[in-house]
């Protein structure tokens, strides 16, 4: 449709010609060469875009190896974009200046291979040598490292075969879950957010934030310009986090759009080392307005996850994924891995088990999160059940043990994948309310005689346990006073009435008292504006009054869960520490580039 504006129409092509150059797509010949998976694997395949022998291709990318002869030489090249590496045939003086780790360019044809591994290979008629690397000190060197070794140089690492892979694993499951949410499934369409990460509260109140500073002080013109000691000490005035979720955030948006998601990284400064946690991490996280059912939340969970598997396995990397292995394990171990092998916890120094991605063994994984049957769910009262039981007959059975009122330890977890989801995903729900964050819904769950909320946590089989948790939210505004009321996340303003501890922020302060100008004035404080707090209750220096506020205005039942991306991940490339599913991993005492 022409564009129509001053009542003329003005089309693209003029609108091109006033813009003083014409608008060209083509690139220039320098820039056009083959991706090495459009002649091999199962990308080629699917797009039938299988290369015609004889064909004049250019390939660009970096040496995986090369083997140099008297009469030939013979490189592998990979560019990333599929775990098959190419080989290329070239001359002796072709390969002389080659090293593995160089990046190249090589021009040839795409000919039949007379030897085994591939169909096809290239024949080299003029190869450019874009970068070199020191095949002396190039630490990727053709044998097998270790993943604990390779986390050590994250820059590099992306180059190998496998870790590429990952990386675009992670890129497709994010298109998919994009796909997914924009279709909306009777609950959308969702809009994709983009919310602060820099956050003035702790979302869970759990205090594992980092504190963000300024690397200098500010300077002296600017502080002295804040009137406030308070003001003086920090760049936002108050003391500003990392955020740990964006939860809080995305309700917001929620309240405006109706349903939002979003896919970002959280931060914990939690001093756990183990395979299940990262310092940074990716959280997708998913927000509806006007819900009022946690089985439809839950509901909305299990159809994404599933639909996510069943379409990554129609697609290249899914069948690449679930193809790789290592050729020469083969030999070390015939026939089928067990399912429960890759859930093993300690550090794989020895043989890479948590490599060996076996197709069947992946394909169990996968199968065993698109069952015809749906995924259990099960009380928490149920589970300490349940647990308590198996204490009773074994009682070696836990390290831990179990009591209601507690929160679940992953030996519990497994227990309840494992026994209650028989072997499949298990959805736990309405949790105390103590062992819960503030913003939770309460529940009709009341076993023990103490109060419970609407909520679950999906624990995964293969030793990865929780992977998302969810809850239907406190919508009304009394309630949500009442809740912060008893967690301390409000702070009086009477000097005679000691402050309780903040769990809105690690560095939350209260307001200062207000001073008595005669006495002729009332000593009483005059009541507050704000509803449901007590008379020497306020929010004004609340850093999360604003969230308070979203039940003051027009509020209204909803709520949303949050995805750990990489357990996800990792639990589909059946990898068992998520550092190796990111490419730069933070964690305690570790942040290698």
């Not at 009137?227 to 809080?248: D, M, N």
């Not at 927000?287 to 909305?300: R, T």
């Amino acid at each position: 449709m022409p564009w129509q504006t001053h009542g003329r129409h003005l089309t693209l092509s003029a609108c091109r010609l006033k813009l003083g150059r014409p608008f060209h797509t083509d690139f220039g010949a320098a820039s056009v060469h083959t991706k090495c998976c459009q002649l091999l694997g199962p990308h080629a395949i699917l797009s039938n875009a299988t290369t015609p022998s004889k064909t004049d291709v250019t390939v660009k990318g970096l040496v995986q190896s090369v083997r140099k002869q008297k009469k030939w030489a013979f490189a592998h090249i990979s560019d990333g974009s599929t775990v098959t590496p190419l080989q290329a045939i070239l001359t002796p003086q072709q390969a002389k200046d080659l090293t593995t780790g160089a990046a190249v360019e090589i021009i040839g044809k795409w000919e039949p291979s007379p030897g085994q591994g591939q169909e096809n290979e290239l024949k080299a008629t003029e190869v450019k040598l874009l970068g070199a690397a020191d095949s002396k000190t190039y630490p990727l060197q053709k044998k097998y490292h270790t993943p604990s070794f390779l986390r050590t140089i994250p820059h590099l690492r992306l180059r190998t075969p496998f870790d590429s892979l990952i990386t675009r694993l992670r890129s497709e499951c994010s298109f998919l879950v994009s796909q997914y949410l924009r279709n909306g499934h009777g609950l959308g369409p969702f809009s994709q957010i983009q919310p602060p990460l820099l956050t003035s509260s702790d979302c869970e109140g759990a205090g594992e934030v980092f504190t963000v500073n300024p690397r200098d002080a500010l300077p002296q013109s600017v502080m002295d310009a804040d009137k406030t000691e308070k003001a003086r000490q920090y760049f936002f005035r108050e003391p500003a986090y990392l955020t740990v979720s964006t939860q809080l955030h995305l309700e917001a948006y929620a309240a405006s759009l109706g349903s939002v998601w979003t896919l970002t990284p959280s931060f914990r400064a939690e001093a756990s080392d183990t395979p299940r946690h990262l310092s940074e991490f990716w959280m997708l996280e998913v927000e509806v307005q006007h819900l009022d059912s946690l089985p439809a939340l839950m509901d909305l969970t299990e159809n994404m996850i599933r639909t996510i598997v069943r379409d990554l396995r129609q697609t290249a990397i899914g069948q690449e994924i679930l193809a790789y292995k290592r050729p020469f394990l083969e030999k070390v171990i015939p026939g089928p891995l067990n399912p429960e092998f890759l859930s093993v916890e300690e550090e794989d120094e020895d043989p890479p088990l948590d490599r060996l991605l076996l197709r069947r063994d992946l394909e169990f994984r996968w199968d065993t999160l698109d069952r015809p049957e749906a995924w259990h769910r099960i009380t928490y009262s149920d589970a300490i059940s349940e647990l308590l039981s198996a204490a009773r007959v074994n009682p070696d059975e836990f390290d831990y043990e179990p009591e209601w009122g507690s929160g679940l330890q992953l030996e519990h977890e497994n227990f309840l994948v494992a026994g209650v989801g028989h072997g499949g995903p298990v959805f736990v729900t309405d949790y105390p309310k103590k062992i819960k964050p503030f913003y939770m819904l309460p529940s009709n769950d009341s076993a023990k005689g103490a109060e419970t909320v609407s909520n679950f946590d999906l624990l995964f089989p293969g030793g990865m346990a929780e992977v998302v948790g969810g809850s239907l939210r406190e919508h009304r505004l009394e309630k949500i006073v009442e809740n912060m009321r008893a967690a301390g996340m409000i702070q009086s303003h009477d000097p005679t009435i000691p402050k309780t501890p903040s769990s809105a922020g690690p560095a939350s302060d209260s307001s200062s008292p207000n001073k008595q100008s005669n006495h002729s004035q009332s000593t009483e404080e005059p009541p507050s504006p704000y509803p449901y707090l007590l008379p020497h209750e306020t929010l004004e220096n609340n850093p999360l009054k604003w969230y308070v506020d979203l039940r003051r205005y027009g509020s209204a039942p909803h709520g949303g869960f949050g995805l750990g991306f990489e357990r996800l991940i990792a639990y589909l490339a059946g990898i068992r520490n998520v550092r190796d599913v990111v490419g730069f991993p933070r964690a305690f005492r570790k942040i290698d580039a």
